[in-house]
């Protein structure tokens, strides 16, 4: 098991510019999630999945933002118009299901700058 | 919905002695988990500790240990015999029943050699 990985690392794209981001989970977890976290803060929740359904999504994710598990195993999350208030850490956690800790367990990242 | 405050922004302690990290939260739930995540420069959050709401007894791992009171709604972090790898950013983060993480802001925790 090689962990949470997200592609890419870095992300510097002009204003305007869409972007996608892909996030690979722990195979055996069944729940996937995104969060931003900009400079200084916390992560924030941006949305999860079980499986391939989209459960729940933050009143931060705007119609610009976009996110999908379309076979309930990697997930994309895409911004399009990138705006620079865009800029952050995106990053992502999987974990399995069911009563108990379920710990999340967190990718590297992708930093996104826009310019 | 669901806050949780870090009221330190930064912490200093020096090597080898002990430090408490400071989190309170708001919440209506009775059932939940609070953790709390080390986020070292540059790298990728791990977790350090985990508390279930239901459970009296304070979760404990290795050096780190928790100070848990639930009628207080607080949930400190203590350090015992810091270390020169434990200088990160610490956050603290309530789990909802759907499974979502809430973070606090953060403290960063500088060892003094």
């Known amino acids: 098991d090689t962990g949470v990985s997200q592609d890419p690392r870095h992300k510097i794209t002009k204003r305007g510019q869409n972007v996608t981001f892909r996030c690979d989970p722990i195979?055996?977890?069944?729940?996937l999630y995104w969060y931003r976290q900009t400079l200084g803060q916390g992560p924030e929740f941006l949305t999860y999945f079980q499986n391939e359904a989209q459960l729940e999504k933050s009143r931060l994710l705007s119609d610009r933002f976009s996110a999908e598990r379309p076979k309930g195993s990697f997930s994309t999350l895409e911004i399009q118009r990138t705006e620079q208030g865009d800029s952050a850490m995106y990053l992502c956690?999987?974990?399995?299901?069911?009563?108990?800790?379920?710990?999340?367990?967190f990718g590297p990242g992708t930093r996104l700058t826009v310019t | 919905a669901q806050t949780v405050t870090q009221s330190q922004p930064e912490m200093s302690v020096q090597e080898a002695e002990t430090v408490t990290l400071s989190c309170t939260y708001d919440t209506s739930e009775s059932d939940y988990y609070l953790f709390w995540y080390k986020q070292p420069p540059s790298r990728q959050m791990i977790l350090v500790i985990r508390?279930?709401?239901?459970?009296?007894q304070n979760a404990t791992e290795n050096r780190f240990s928790v100070n848990f009171q639930k009628a207080a709604k607080s949930f400190s972090l203590k350090i015992s015999d810091s270390q020169l790898g434990d200088a990160a950013m610490y956050f603290c983060a309530y789990r909802s029943a759907s499974g979502k993480l809430t973070f606090g802001t953060g403290t960063r925790l500088t060892i003094i050699p």
């Open positions: 508390q279930e709401a239901y459970k009296q």
């Open positions: 956690a999987s974990s399995a299901q069911g009563r108990g800790f379920n710990e999340q367990y």
């Open positions: 195979s055996e977890h069944n729940r």
